[in-house]
């Protein structure tokens, strides 16, 4: 499904050791380089995201692939009183925990170790599923979006935010330069791990976007299926429903 896209091509462990490595390399300089990068535009993002999830006033959110935990603060907007994050990444979910706890949030949220595509939650247990940025880096997507699935309770909402390809000239044309040139070049600069920023841009490419993706969602069974395109096609929120 085009998601077997390695950060490190040249060894031999699997994709989740890889991904789990790569965070753990970059997790100190990550929410520079994502900020920098962007241009701040994940923010707005996230915002509008988060807005989304608000309509629905869950009691409980859980923000899967959550790094280092930017996606379930904003989820606080929700005013749901239970966030859980989870992520594969210790070094990631170091960072989170220190700046959840320096926000003084930690009472509504908690940072846990947990692989997305086997959640140590019961079924039926959150109001909203979220994945920010996250989807791509799966190593098997389908079972993750299962257990999304699964551990939301009936009616409950699913939001995935996620980059995507512009297909439009000019943008088209400049994201492409942008993601292959200055991408890498900066990521590599201020990460120090040379991969993380090749690996951006080609798992990006590999990835199902659009209808493909909320084909897939569908036939998992999630429901009201729908997509918005953010930002004339750099990034997506995909939605559904258990
Ligand atoms: C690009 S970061 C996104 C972090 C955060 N959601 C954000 O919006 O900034 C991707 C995160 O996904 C995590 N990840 C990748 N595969 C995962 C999996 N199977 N289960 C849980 N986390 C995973 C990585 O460790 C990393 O922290």
């Keep these: 499904m085009g998601t077997k896209v390695k950060p490190y091509e040249e060894k031999d462990s699997s994709k989740k050791e890889q991904v789990a490595e790569m965070f753990d390399n970059i997790a100190g300089r990550y929410d520079l380089l994502n900020h920098l990068l962007s241009?701040?535009?994940?923010?707005?993002?996230?915002?509008?995201?988060?807005?989304?999830?608000?309509?629905?006033?869950?009691?409980?959110?859980?923000d899967l692939a959550?790094?280092?935990?930017?996606?379930?603060?904003?989820?606080?907007?929700?005013?749901?009183?239970?966030?859980?994050?989870?992520?594969?990444?210790?070094?990631?979910?170091e960072i989170g925990r220190q700046k959840v706890k320096k926000m003084g949030v930690d009472n509504t949220i908690e940072l846990v170790h947990g692989d997305s595509e086997n959640l140590p939650f019961d079924n039926d247990s959150f109001d909203a599923v979220t994945v920010s940025f996250g989807v791509r880096n799966f190593e098997n997507l389908p079972s993750g979006l299962e257990q999304m699935r699964r551990v939301l309770k009936p009616d409950g909402i699913a939001l995935v935010l996620e980059l995507t390809q512009p297909q439009r000239f000019p943008l088209k044309q400049l994201y492409g330069f942008y993601s292959r040139v200055i991408l890498p070049f900066i990521g590599r600069i201020i990460s120090k791990d040379k991969s993380a920023y090749t690996y951006l841009p080609r798992?990006?490419?590999?990835?199902?976007?659009?209808?493909?993706?909320?084909?897939?969602?569908?036939?998992?069974?999630?429901?009201?299926?729908?997509?918005i395109k953010l930002s004339g096609g750099i990034a997506a929120i995909y939605i559904g429903r258990k």
């Design 203 to 227: 798992s990006i490419e590999a990835f199902p976007e659009g209808e493909s993706f909320l084909e897939i969602m569908r036939k998992i069974g999630y429901l009201n299926c729908y997509q």
């Design 66 to 93: 959550t790094g280092t935990g930017d996606f379930a603060i904003e989820a606080l907007k929700t005013g749901a009183n239970k966030i859980v994050g989870a992520d594969i990444s210790n070094g990631m979910l």
């Design 39 to 62: 241009g701040g535009i994940d923010r707005r993002w996230r915002k509008r995201a988060i807005k989304l999830i608000s309509t629905v006033k869950p009691g409980s959110v859980l």
